[in-house]
């Protein structure tokens, strides 16, 4: 049957069928044009994010009149009218309504470094920056590799320049304090954690029974048991089963304790990470030829790691919270300084400053945690959206 949708070959309608120009095909590439004005800047940000519909406007509203209420109070009380220069609170109270901040800045020393000897704070800052110079490769891969080395003698320059030794005069873990304190726990602890948590989740999956039962029965007893009750045997009962005379730091019992409670819950984020994982890893790993320790170093690991990003940092910034809990046991963190100058006379009473005050170092250091991870999670997307 001949085609009914086109003229019969070699007609004239059918030359001129051909010789006709095709509407529905572009003959030149047309140029972008701009985005609406309504979708970008700050104009499509506040459309996209604060009233995407008449609910979220309705929040952003109320949420905008409550700030605008808070800041009302709090700016003035802390910026307008506070005292930087008193010697007392009464002092305080007798020059302004505000807040009373000449505590912060005649404890300064104090909130800072504890009871530590202020000829000798030298030390301390000096160890700081050097933990910056430790951590840059660690956090950063523009930074030569070859500063790993620094990292790793690191723990053993900042002993000696704390607490003394080789020459330098020592000092004592009971005139630690304040942020210092903080920091040395805090560090530690996260650094350490790491390496054993992922050992202890490796050991939990591992087809040797004895091995799995001493890693499962460990992650178990630990998660079992608060970390403050971890922290009186540190103090107390570790000495019952020590030699006599024997004299353990009180600090290096609390870095260990802190250390293994953490290694326990960072085990179970990165048990969850390996689980997560699909089977054809493993078995990718185990085509290339890899033993055990080169597929998890090279296949298996790196994989699972990035996975739990989120849990791990969740973890290390729950472990830098907890480090007031040794105000408990006697150690003069933050929260502990606080005790020794509300007991003063000249500063009885006063509450919100101090308070504040550690929450502030707290904010910072933790938000500074969880924009690295998010800083990580981007630099690792590998997926497409």
Known sequence: MPDEQFPAENSPARRIVEHRPIAFV???????????????????????NLFSSW????????????????????????????TWEASSLSECRALDTGACLAVINERFGQFIYGFYPSELRWRPNLAFVLLLVALAPVLFDRVPRKLLWFSIVYPFIAYVLLWGGFGLRPVGSEQFGGFL???IIGV???????????????????????????????????????????????????NYFLPPGTNFDIIMRVLIMVTLFASAY??????????????????????LGFDYW?????????????????????TFIGLFKDTTLVAIIGLL???????????????????????????L?????????????????????TGHR
């Open 26 to 48: 572009a003959d030149r590439q047309i140029p972008p044009s701009p985005p609406p004005a309504a979708t970008t800047g700050v104009v499509g940000w506040l459309r996209q």
């Open 55 to 82: 609910l979220n406007g309705l929040l952003t509203l109320v949420a905008g009149y409550v700030v605008f209420r808070l800041l009302a109070v709090v700016v003035p009380w802390l910026f307008l009218n506070s």
């Open 181 to 183: 304190l903080t920091m």
């Open 188 to 238: 530690t602890g996260i650094a350490g954690s790491l390496p054993i948590g992922i050992l202890l989740a490796l050991g939990r999956q591992s087809d040797m029974p004895f091995i799995k039962a001493m890693c499962v029965g460990f992650i178990e007893f630990i998660r079992g048991v608060p970390l403050i009750t971890l922290l009186f045997v540190a103090s107390t009962l570790l």
């Open 266 to 287: 960072m085990a179970e984020v990165i048990r969850g990470g390996l689980a997560a994982l699909p089977k054809g890893q493993y078995e990718a790993a185990d085509a």
């Open 294 to 314: 080169k597929s998890m170093r090279l296949v298996i690991l790196p994989q699972a790691l990035k996975i739990s990003i989120p849990g791990i940092v969740n």
């Open 333 to 359: 963190d933050p929260l502990g300084i606080t005790n020794p100058i509300r007991a003063d006379t000249n500063w009885n009473g006063i509450v919100w400053e101090l308070y504040g005050f550690v929450a």
């Open 361 to 381: 170092f707290f904010f910072i250091c933790c938000f500074s945690m969880s924009r690295y991870s998010m800083y990580l999670e981007r630099k690792l997307q």
